[in-house]
């Protein structure tokens, strides 16, 4: 089966109470009788196989939403969201990232975590280690590295998964200059095999070299979708600012 993802009218809601903290349905109608707010409202798009899309938007927009929902992190309160293929994310620098471990020990277990047995996951320490180039800092806890080296790691290990559909929500642009270019071609090798890409930033140019299409969201909705350069436009030429 090709991979796709297909989103018909999602909708993600966040519920608070009075003092404006997330809680729970449950706790929001019976102790709290806070407010909601939506994440996501009514959001359809289609992405084939081969395609990689950038999420474009202000802070807040709902573009790390979508990532977690595609993810699995976050289920739609609203809508109906099908995902073919295998996904593999990096939502964060520190996602499934334990700081008193070692960069071997978080491998393995991230690695478990993402759906490998354990055998499979020792297997893939050595790959892990050459592909992330943290040197002796891999057997060092991680509390002891830079963000860009947590996303490294997290990246090599994501990689490993061997996904039919990878996410990327802004840590490729607390990389350095060396492996963005290391993101950027495993991003390419996905696609080229019929994979798909979904990558939320900030940074346009690097977007463009990894997406063809776009996604522009605003409050939570989809404002625009088509090719990338008809999307920044409609995002750029908007009163809204980052």
Not at 79 to 93: F, Q, Y
Not at 153 to 167: E, I, S, T, Y
Not at 209 to 233: D, K, P, S, T
């Amino acid at each position: 089966m090709s991979p796709a993802i297909r989103a018909d009218g999602i909708g993600v809601r966040f519920l608070f109470d009075r003092q404006r903290r997330p809680v729970t349905p449950a706790a929001s109608r019976v102790r709290f009788g806070g407010g909601e707010s939506w994440g996501l409202r009514d959001v359809s798009f289609t992405i084939a196989a081969g395609q990689g899309v950038a999420l474009m938007g202000p802070s807040g927009s709902g573009k790390t939403t979508l990532l977690r929902t595609i993810a699995g992190v976050v289920v739609p309160d609203a809508g109906t969201l099908e995902i073919d293929g295998r996904v593999a994310s990096l939502l964060s620098i520190d996602a499934g990232v334990m700081a008193v471990l070692t960069g071997t020990e978080n491998a393995r277990l991230l690695g478990v975590l993402s759906g490998q047995t354990r055998q499979e996951a020792d297997r893939q320490v050595d790959e892990v280690r050459r592909l992330s180039k943290l040197g002796e800092h891999f057997d060092r806890p991680v509390l002891s590295y830079s963000q860009g080296m947590r996303a490294r790691l997290g990246f090599a290990v994501a990689h490993q998964v061997h996904p039919d559909v990878l996410l990327l929500d802004e840590v490729h642009e607390a990389l350095d200059h060396e492996f963005r270019q290391i993101v950027q071609d495993r991003a390419q090798a996905i696609l080229d095999l019929g994979g798909i890409v979904v990558a939320a930033g900030h940074d346009h140019p690097m977007l463009a070299r990894i997406c063809r299409h776009a996604l522009y969201f605003e409050q939570g909705r989809l404002q625009a979708q088509g090719e990338f350069r008809e999307v920044q436009r409609a995002y750029l030429g908007s009163d809204t600012t980052e």
